[in-house]
């Protein structure tokens, strides 16, 4: 079983930039993929980028050129880094993680293919 705990989101302008974190714990073998994930109040959950153990990645069109996902693979640690946010980006932004490596296969932002879930932080975007 892998642990998940997200940090780093908050209130800020449009324009404005927040840096996200995800620390794994546990099983962190089991952690081949990992992504973000966001849900808006009223919508379903939305992949945002993800990234397997061998650097490849993989972005939502919404966010391609203002968001960078990376790992510290030593510190079993995800990062999400977004620029340029907008009002829209608001949500609720969820780490995931699974064992099998998911960026090249295409299935990245399939939720049902992630085993472990964190609870959730905060991006409150305004105009």
């Known amino acids: 079983q892998v642990q998940l705990v997200e940090s780093g989101g908050g209130s800020v302008q449009a324009g404005g930039s927040l840096r996200l974190s995800c620390e794994a714990s546990g099983d962190t073998y089991n952690t081949h993929c990992m992504g973000w994930f966001r849900q808006a109040p009223g919508k379903e959950r939305e992949g945002v980028a993800a990234?397997?153990?061998?650097?490849?990645?993989s972005y939502d069109d919404s966010v391609k050129g203002r968001f960078t996902i990376s790992r510290d693979n030593a510190k079993n640690t995800l990062f999400l880094e977004m620029n340029s946010l907008k009002p829209e980006d608001t949500a609720m932004y969820y780490c995931?993680?699974?064992?099998?490596?998911?960026?090249?296969?295409?299935?990245?932002?399939?939720?049902?293919?992630?085993?472990?879930w964190g609870q959730g932080t905060q991006v409150t975007v305004s105009s």
């Open positions: 990234i397997d153990s061998d650097g490849s990645t």
């Open positions: 995931a993680a699974d064992w099998g490596p998911k960026v090249v296969a295409g299935t990245a932002f399939l939720e049902y293919e992630y085993n472990s």
